[in-house]
């Protein structure tokens, strides 16, 4: 049964989220998850619904994995997104997004997760190594 996942990350990052995405769908790709965060933008202003959307989404996930971009951590609904995951005791697996070497990470997780790199046919194996799924 595929992970539940969450992904937090920042809109401009939405065509490399959508190429990870991609990958796990793919049989002949190590990686399988079942994507549970926003796919496409909530039709509202009202940030309260929109959280409480989000946060739905967040509570049926079995873990978050945060793409980390080089200014990932001046994001207001990132920090809230990670947060709440805080909150809700869900795991949270950080990866730069591709392209990225280094970053500041969000304030919710700074020196409370490990930071990977880019590397999708990894990830099955990091959140094996956050103790998320089986080895």
């Not at 609904?77 to 990470?105: G, H, S």
Request: hydrophobic share 40%; aromatic share 8%.
């Amino acid at each position: 049964m595929p992970k539940r996942v969450f992904i937090s990350f920042k809109a401009e990052d939405k065509k490399k989220v959508d190429g990870l995405r991609l990958l796990a769908k793919n049989p002949n790709y190590e990686l399988e998850f079942y994507d549970e965060s926003i796919r496409a933008a909530i039709d509202s202003r009202n940030a309260v619904y929109i959280k409480s959307i989000i946060r739905e989404k967040i509570e049926r996930s079995g873990v978050v994995l945060c793409l980390v971009n080089t200014d990932m951590h001046t994001s207001s609904w990132v920090n809230w997104e990670l947060e709440t995951a805080i909150k809700l005791d869900k795991p949270i697996v950080a990866m730069a997004v591709k392209d990225v070497q280094e970053a500041i990470l969000p304030t919710p997780i700074r020196g409370k997760v490990h930071f990977y790199s880019w590397n999708p046919a990894s990830l099955g194996s990091y959140l094996v190594n956050a103790g998320i799924i089986g080895s």
